[in-house]
């Protein structure tokens, strides 16, 4: 397994290195955002552990960039910064996980073995279709760059049938997971599929019969 | 514990409202009072006119040894007068009068003075009080006593009448304005009541937006009141929150180096370490902890100086030409030596990371010492010449923080330098870099214009 450490306190990072080397990683290290950028986009490494505060370009800007780009690689996050909204911030910008300094390096390993796990598939912070864009960490959803209202229930039917967008979405799985009480819910997959295409055009969400629902992107 | 002081520690509300209570009753039974005298001095100036004329018209028939029974009076008809000897006889009385009896006792009689009017309830004719006049004549030879009286009786069931409406009155005038007071004092006083609940409401210690408390409409010394304590909030709430940011940049700060060090102890015992390995280490530590103390100690000095410790700084003779390494002539200033010291020290620091020539030059004049620190970098902006001197800021993002100094040197030289009444400013230096200017009032006494390069 090869991993990137992107850390611009030197003896910080020739620890993280020796110790990461013993524990079996590959390891490389960057001491700047730039060379972290260009390390993470230009190697396939199967984890990076990113510092915030770093000189060039900070962990932030690294993580969006190397997300635009299509580089899924699981990124932890660690920094001395311990705010709710440095640690929010961080991972809704596409980190999957963030440890705060100083921390334990058993730690480190456990976090890193359970990213490893996981894998490098596409995990978009901002979820698209077509025109569609919809940030869940902002609550937001834009049609080509125009801002849509949407009610919570709406949001989240909508949510989850972008995250499913590849096959057709039942009524029930819909009741499901957007509902907290489906046996009370009755015919609101309907209605609420029906607020949506009010709000997003009548050929966004498609019916198909005796099965369920379907994005349809524009 | 005093009346009065029970009285200030009372609500507003009460205490109005019990002033204005007592100020009304007061004004209430004073005038009253006032009142009465005044209507009875009117009633008895009209009483004495008639008891004169009364008096007066005996006395000229006594004088004319005319005396018809009975004796006429004049036509207000209460009128009463008797004729007395000196052996206490009636000789001629009014209709209304005892014929036989003195409407005085004698000896009252006799000590009465000529022309003397006065009020008695104690004459013949019982407890109604009359109004008397006596005076002495002589008829047909004898010295006989007039005595003219008019009853005042009514004069008194005015009084009393009077008396009686003032008590019915007054109270229930007290407990009316009594009420209105506490009623308008109560709604006067309801925007403080709204005032007050909003600022004990404010959470300081809340992050994001700034609360305001809700400005009373209408009453102008409220109105202004609630907008001056929105000011002394939105004051605190910005302190607070440079406050939250220095803590929160300060934590974050500490946590690095702590995180370098126990990274580098876990892994070196984690791992298989032969011991020539562990004197590596063990610098390496070491190098993190002395950044540590550094940053503690500056972090200590810049808490100090927030906290006004200018008055415990030593106020000692200090030469800064030979801190600045020019042994002559003296640039004396008035300071503590050791924070002066320091100042330098942070100048020349910022100044050679970025420079390779750095010059200093100390020179006195117009009662001001002038310390420069130039050098030949890159220089600064107008904008970044002002953000350099915020806490923590480190304009050079290339570089790391090992390197790059801890983002306090300027603004504890800039605090030092204030804490001595003096200021850092940044300008452009002749040397094509930065040029740090020190200002602080010279000591009393020290010499003018003098200048060297260091």
């Known amino acids: ?218 | 514990m005093t009346q009065a002081n029970w009285l200030v520690r009372r609500s507003l509300r009460l205490r109005v409202t019990l002033i204005a209570s007592v100020v009304l009753t007061i004004g209430l039974a004073v005038g009253a009072a006032g009142l009465s005298v005044l209507f009875v001095r009117a009633r008895v100036a009209a009483v004495d006119v008639v008891v004169q004329s009364v008096a007066q018209n005996v006395s000229e028939l006594v004088a004319a040894g005319e005396l018809p029974a009975p004796l006429p009076v004049p036509a207000t008809g209460t009128a009463l007068a008797q004729v007395i000897d000196a052996g206490g006889t009636v000789l001629a009385a009014t209709a209304g009068a005892s014929q036989v009896l003195p409407m005085l006792p004698l000896p009252r009689l006799a000590s009465a003075h000529a022309g003397q009017r006065f009020t008695t309830s104690k004459s013949a004719l019982g407890p109604a009080p009359l109004r008397v006049e006596v005076v002495p004549a002589t008829y047909r030879g004898v010295p006989v006593t007039v005595v003219a009286a008019v009853p005042f009786a009514d004069v008194h069931d005015t009084l009393l009448a009077l008396r009686r409406v003032v008590i019915l009155v007054v109270p229930l005038l007290v407990v009316a304005v009594a009420s209105a007071t506490w009623l308008a004092v109560g709604s006067a006083l309801e925007p403080v009541d709204d005032l007050r609940a909003a600022a004990d409401a404010v959470d300081m210690s809340a992050t994001g937006v700034e609360t305001r408390l809700p400005v009373p409409v209408g009453a102008r010394e409220l109105s202004q009141l609630g907008e001056t304590l929105n000011r002394m909030l939105s004051r605190l709430h910005q302190s607070n929150e440079r406050q939250r940011e220095f803590i929160a940049d300060a934590a974050h700060e500490l946590r690095s180096p702590i995180a370098s060090v126990r990274t580098q102890l876990e892994v070196a015992l984690a791992t298989p370490t032969d011991a020539a390995a562990w004197p590596v280490v063990a610098r390496d530590v070491l190098t993190d902890v002395e950044r540590l103390g550094r940053l503690a100690d500056d972090l200590l000095l810049l808490a100090r100086l927030d906290a006004g410790a200018a008055s415990a700084m030593a106020a000692e003779p200090v030469d800064l030409a030979e801190l600045a390494g020019q042994p002559e002539p003296a640039a004396l200033v008035t300071g503590d030596a050791v924070a002066l010291r320091r100042m330098l020290d942070n100048l020349v620091t910022n100044a050679r990371r970025h420079a390779a020539l750095v010059e200093v030059t100390v020179s006195t004049a117009d009662g001001q010492v002038v310390v420069l620190v130039d050098d030949d970098g890159p220089g600064l902006s107008e904008a970044e010449m002002e953000r350099v001197f915020e806490r923590w800021v480190r304009l050079d993002e290339a570089r790391s923080r090992e390197e790059g100094g801890s983002g306090l040197g300027l603004p504890i030289a800039r605090s030092i330098a204030r804490a001595h009444g003096g200021d850092v400013t940044l300008a452009t230096s002749p040397l094509g870099g930065l040029r740090a200017v020190v200002t602080l009032p010279a000591a009393a006494g020290s010499m003018p214009q003098t200048s060297a390069t260091a």
């Open chain 1, 1 to 218: 397994m090869r991993l990137l450490v992107v850390e611009d306190e030197h003896r910080m990072a020739a620890a993280l290195q020796r110790g990461l080397t013993h524990a079996g990683f590959t390891v490389d290290v960057a001491a700047d955002g730039v060379r972290g950028l260009e390390l993470a986009t230009s190697v396939r490494y199967d984890a990076i552990v990113l510092d915030i505060m770093l000189p060039g370009i900070s962990g932030y800007e690294v993580t969006k960039r190397l997300r635009a780009k299509g580089v899924w690689t699981p990124i932890l996050i660690t920094s001395a910064k311990d705010g709710d909204y440095d640690q929010a911030d961080g991972l809704d910008l596409g980190a999957d996980d963030y440890l705060t300094k100083p921390y334990s390096f058993v730690v480190l390993l456990a976090r890193l073995r359970a990213l490893l796990r996981r894998g490098a598939a596409p995990r978009p912070s901002v979820l698209s279709a077509g025109a569609l864009r919809l940030d869940p960490a902002a609550r937001e959803l834009t049609i080509d760059g125009a801002a849509v209202e949407l009610t919570g229930k709406e949001f989240a039917m909508l949510e989850y049938l972008l995250r499913h967008q590849d096959r057709i979405v039942s009524k029930a799985e819909l009741l499901q997971h957007v509902w907290s009480d489906p046996e009370t819910a009755g015919n609101a997959v309907e209605v609420y599929a029906g607020y949506l295409r009010k709000k997003l055009g009548r050929d966004v969400i498609v019916t198909v019969r005796g099965a369920g629902y379907r994005l349809n992107p524009l």
